[in-house]
């Protein structure tokens, strides 16, 4: 018994490094897309603009408009930069978000085609978990 804690205690934190690391992954990953639809990293240089920096929601593009103008600006505050664009980077990026969710998308419709043609869907290649009788 003690021996299957352990066992759920090292998938549990398994998955809890797989989160952390997926999401500071995520993070790098909107960050170049940002970058490759045009965006610019911008350093604040006043007190004022820090500020701003430290308000804009975390993770999230945020419309801003400034003298007439309309930009879009994603916070970075860990590093105290901030990618900002215009309306047609804005678009890029979107462009460019979508084209990545298909493309993991068939990659993942890939790999379950390849899993069902290797006979290992619904744990079949292993029999299942009955076969070994841990229940």
């Known amino acids: ?10 998938i549990a934190i398994l998955a809890l490094m797989a989160l952390a690391t997926s999401c500071a992954s995520n993070m790098q990953n909107k960050e170049n897309l940002l970058v490759a639809a045009g965006f610019r990293v911008i ?8 500020q701003k920096l430290q308000t804009l929601p975390a993770g999230k593009v945020t419309l801003v408009k400034k003298s007439g103008k309309t930009y879009y600006v994603f916070p970075d505050a860990k590093n105290n930069q901030a990618y900002v664009g215009g309306p047609k980077q804005y678009q890029a990026y979107k462009q460019l978000r979508l084209q990545q969710q298909m493309s993991n998308e068939n990659l993942e419709a890939a790999e379950m085609n390849q899993n069902a ?3 290992w869907e619904a744990w079949g290649g292993w029999g299942g978990w009955g076969d070994y009788g841990w229940y």
Do not use: E, R
């Open 1 to 10: 018994m003690k021996q299957i804690k352990n066992s759920f205690k090292l």
């Open 43 to 50: 350093t604040p240089t006043t007190p004022a603009q820090q």
């Open 117 to 119: 043609a290797m006979g």
